[in-house]
């Protein structure tokens, strides 16, 4: 019980930690990226917004962890929840933030849920979306600052705008061939998609 609590703790100390370090790479970043200063401005406030509700509703406890990853108003969620009705409650929440473009679910349900195998998975995951950032920095003609790299249970979500269609694929194959990864699931759109904000 008390390894449990302390690993409770550790999880809720690195998150903060996560948000915090998130912030400063968002902010260090807006210059090379493919949108604005408003719109990053907008983007951490939705993920502020939905960091809030989710911890209210119960989305960022050890057994069902849902995550926020935004992007000119377009919502990711990904981690894990326990049953199929948490996972179109955390989609029903994002579609009620304010300038909300997008929700793209990439929740995972897993019904026999267990800390330390999911802690354990959570080191290999943050190892994966390490590697394929620090790849994607020094690979050539990649603005890697337009890119979120996300591993759940060693599948990679990406999400950002590409300048190309083969900076898509150049992106998609980098994080394929990183150590570890089962699979890519690609997110990216053309800067010149509608989706994107005006």
Request: hydrophobic share 45%.
């Amino acid at each position: 019980m008390r390894k449990i609590s302390i690993l409770f703790i550790l999880f809720l100390a690195s998150s903060c930690v996560e948000i915090a370090l998130l912030t400063s790479v968002k902010t260090a970043s807006i210059v090379t990226r493919e949108k604005s200063i408003s719109n990053s401005s907008e983007d951490l406030m939705i993920e502020t917004r939905l960091i809030k509700d989710f911890t209210f509703n119960g989305f960022k406890s050890p057994v069902n962890m849902v995550d926020i990853t935004v992007n000119e108003g377009r919502v990711l969620l990904t981690g894990i929840v326990k049953n199929e009705k948490k996972a179109r409650k955390a989609v029903d929440i994002a579609w009620k933030i304010k300038n909300v473009r997008e929700v793209i679910d990439e929740i995972q349900i897993v019904k026999n849920f267990r800390i330390f195998r999911t802690s354990n998975q959570y080191l290999k995951d943050s190892a994966i979306t390490s590697n394929i950032q620090s790849k994607l920095i020094f690979a050539k003609n990649i603005a890697s600052a337009n890119y979120q790299i996300i591993t759940v249970n060693s599948v990679v979500y990406i999400l950002g705008t590409a300048q190309s269609q083969s900076a898509i694929y150049k992106v998609s194959n980098i994080a394929a061939k990183a150590k570890g990864v089962n699979r890519v699931v690609s997110h990216v759109i053309l800067k010149n998609d509608k989706r994107r904000r005006a």
